[in-house]
């Protein structure tokens, strides 16, 4: 038995591993994982600001009636915000979810509740925003 307690215990650990002895006790794997996380999240975040819409230049649209007037006519009312003017395109389906009708309305720049009618070739069942694109103010008028 030893004398002393230290004795006992080996302070050897033994030969250190190849990354251990290139690098010694710096934390290089740890700051290249973070700095990978915070890469990753950025861009991830950006992907999911894109698809929602949330990104500068883009037109949010939501629709808030729709209604078949007629055989040969649709009627929707929608709300959109943008920054400069948008041309939104609408279309109406039938109950086979055929496109009867469809139709591009300008619309003014801010937040603006807009009403549109569809002519149709048949009997509508319903009617839709299908996409709002912004359109860049040139500037010059047309007098």
Known sequence: ?????????????????????????????????????????????????????????????QTATWDVVSDSEARITFQTN??????????????????VGQSEVPVESGVRDVEATIDTVRRASAVQVVSCREQASTGESTE
């Open 1 to 61: 038995m030893p004398s002393k307690p230290d004795e006992a215990v080996s302070h050897d650990a033994g030969p250190a591993t190849g990354a251990r002895r290139r690098l010694g006790n710096r934390p290089v794997f740890f700051v290249l994982g973070v700095i990978a996380a915070v890469v990753f999240t950025i861009g991830w975040g950006f992907a999911l600001l894109s698809y929602s819409g949330s990104m500068p230049g883009q037109v949010h649209f």
């Open 82 to 99: 943008s920054r400069d003017g948008a041309l939104c395109l609408i279309s109406a389906v039938d109950e086979q979810h055929v496109q």
